[in-house]
C-alpha cells in the first residue's frame, strides 16, 4: 500500500517525538550521578569498546577502516559496533560512495554524556 502525504507526516511527527525522548532519557542520565560508573559498566560489557568508540572520534568510518585503525578483528569489531549501536551511542550510515557499504559516526550521546571522556580512561 502507497504511503500516502499523511502516512508520512505521521512517521516523522513519531521519529521526532522519538527523538526527542531519547535526549531526554540522556539529559536525566547525564545529570545523574551514576552516569560515569553507567558508562563504566557499558564499556566494560564488551572488552575494547572504549577503543573502537575512540576510533570513531575521527568522523565516519566504515567497518574496514576501524579494523585497520584498531588491529582487531572483522568479528570482534562487528560485535562492537552492534553493542554500541544498540545503546544508541553510534549511528550508522550508508556510504555515499559506496551503498553497500555502512559508516559508523558518533551521535549526539557524546555531547551530552561526555562517553569519549570515559572511554579515554578505560583505553589507557
Not at 500516502?4 to 516523522?12: D, F, G, P, R
Not at 555502512?102 to 555531547?111: I, V
Request: hydrophobic share 35%.
Amino acid at each position: 500500500m502507497p504511503e500516502t502525504e499523511y502516512s508520512q507526516e505521521n512517521i516523522s511527527y513519531i521519529r521526532t517525538h522519538v527523538d526527542n525522548i531519547e535526549r531526554m532519557v540522556w539529559f536525566q542520565l547525564a545529570s545523574s550521578p551514576t552516569c560515569e560508573s553507567y558508562v563504566r559498566k557499558e564499556f566494560a560489557a564488551k572488552k575494547h569498546s572504549a577503543r573502537l568508540y575512540l576510533a570513531l572520534g575521527a568522523g565516519p568510518k566504515s567497518q574496514d577502516q576501524l579494523i585497520s585503525s584498531t588491529h582487531m578483528s572483522r568479528p570482534n569489531v562487528s560485535k562492537i559496533l552492534t553493542h554500541l549501536e544498540a545503546l544508541h551511542w553510534i549511528d550508522s550510515t550508508r556510504n555515499p560512495v559506496d551503498r553497500k557499504q555502512l559508516l559508523f559516526k558518533w551521535n549526539g550521546a557524546e555531547s551530552v554524556l561526555k562517553l569519549s571522556k570515559v572511554a579515554n580512561s578505560l583505553a589507557e
